[in-house]
């Protein structure tokens, strides 16, 4: 079973452009969520989707980011425009529909906005 | 709200010392707990879970005990290896799933033959 995948693995921008985040869960699993852990604090939740649907998106930091799932597959988080604060690591982690289900998560990408 | 406070270290180890990274958390009701942990260039791994009081979790030679009492779950292993090398996270999730995780900062483990 192919594992969650994350594109790119690695993204350098100067302040002010745009980022698109991108990732692959695990098919078949009706959750996803976005996490982000800037450079030495605590990995925090961003959003939940349930297929299509957002669940909670109460961790989005601001109206720059933007999460989108299509179709109920695979989801892209867009930053518009970047700010510095905006660099760190973004997990994404998907699960099955049932609600012990464990988190699989990807292996993040590292956003770095100069 | 809730929250999850561990040492940051990093961690320095021989190895077969003995571990233990401290974790205490804060959280209204009855939380699920865990361990991930993230080796270098890969995702975060589930390493193990307890969803009640008292309840051990372990895997790989890992051990964390659910304290209520303490609202702590303090990771040991016995003996490091190498390949033990790592961050590991505290979390804990609302409940019994492992929906919304609220994680501690990380602790950075460093295992030296």
């Known amino acids: 079973e192919a594992g969650v995948t994350q594109f790119p693995s690695h993204s350098v921008i100067e302040k002010g452009q745009t980022v698109t985040l991108r990732c692959d869960p695990i098919?078949?699993?009706?959750?996803l969520y976005w996490y982000r852990r800037v450079m030495g604090k605590e990995i925090k939740f961003l959003l939940h989707?349930?297929?299509?649907?957002?669940?909670?998106e109460s961790g989005m930091p601001n109206n720059r980011f933007l999460a989108e799932r299509t179709g109920g597959t695979y989801s892209t988080l867009k930053v518009q425009p970047a700010e510095l604060e905006d660099s760190g690591v973004y997990f994404c982690?998907?699960?099955?529909?049932?609600?012990?289900?464990?988190?699989?998560f990807g292996n993040g990408t590292r956003l770095t906005v100069t | 709200g809730n929250s999850v406070t561990q040492m940051e270290g990093p961690v320095t180890l021989s190895e077969e010392a003995f571990l233990t990274i401290n974790c205490t958390y804060t959280?209204?009701?009855?939380?699920?707990l865990f361990w991930y942990v993230q080796y270098p260039g890969e995702g975060l791994q589930l390493l193990l879970k307890?969803?009640?009081?008292?309840d051990k979790g372990s895997n790989k030679g890992f051990e964390a005990t659910y304290r209520k009492e303490t609202t702590s779950f303090h990771l040991e292993k016995g003996s490091v290896q190498v390949s033990d090398s790592a961050v590991y996270f505290c979390?804990?999730?609302?409940?019994?799933?492992?929906?919304?995780?609220?994680f501690g900062i990380g602790t950075k483990l460093q295992v030296i033959p």
């Open positions: 982690a998907s699960s099955q529909g049932r609600q012990n289900s464990p988190l699989h």
């Open positions: 098919s078949g699993h009706d959750n």
């Open positions: 989707f349930v297929k299509e649907s957002k669940q909670d």
């Open positions: 959280a209204t009701g009855y939380p699920s």
């Open positions: 307890a969803t009640k009081a008292d």
């Open positions: 979390a804990l999730s609302p409940l019994a799933g492992y929906q919304k995780v609220t």
